[in-house]
């Protein structure tokens, strides 16, 4: 079992940045690929952006292309989201995620965390 707690979440004005934590316990981590997924109220589950165990590969959706940035610290048992040039349409319960598998798909990840809310607005 992997548990996991996000972290960083709450209001910001448009343009603005927030960083993202979300801390693992249980089963060693850095075997696990991690994921930040969002929710909008009424929409489905979005992909935000995935790393690989190793920290070397991460993955996008074009949405959040070159303004977020997926981090890992192994040692710290810690997955980051970095988010910059917040929109409002940013604005969602994101929730951070572990799989055996480095993939943008929900349906991949096994282990989730309680999610964290993110309000973009002015």
């Known amino acids: 079992q992997v548990q996991l707690v996000e972290s960083g979440g709450g209001l910001v004005q448009p343009g603005d940045s927030l960083r993202l934590s979300c801390a693992a316990s249980?089963?060693?981590?850095?075997?696990?690929?991690g994921g930040w997924f969002r929710q909008a109220p009424g929409k489905e589950r979005e992909f935000v952006a995935a790393?690989?165990?190793?920290?070397?590969?991460?993955r996008y959706p074009d949405s959040v292309k070159g303004r977020f940035t997926i981090s890992r610290d192994n040692a710290k048992n810690t997955v980051y989201l970095q988010m910059t040039s917040l929109k409002p349409e940013d604005t969602a319960v994101y929730y951070c995620?572990?799989?055996?598998?480095?993939?943008?798909?929900?349906?991949?990840?096994?282990?989730w965390g309680q999610g964290t809310q993110v309000t973009v607005s002015s």
């Open positions: 995620a572990a799989s055996d598998f480095f993939s943008s798909s929900a349906g991949a990840y096994e282990y």
């Open positions: 249980g089963r060693t981590f850095s075997r696990y690929a």
């Open positions: 790393i690989s165990s190793t920290g070397i590969s991460t």
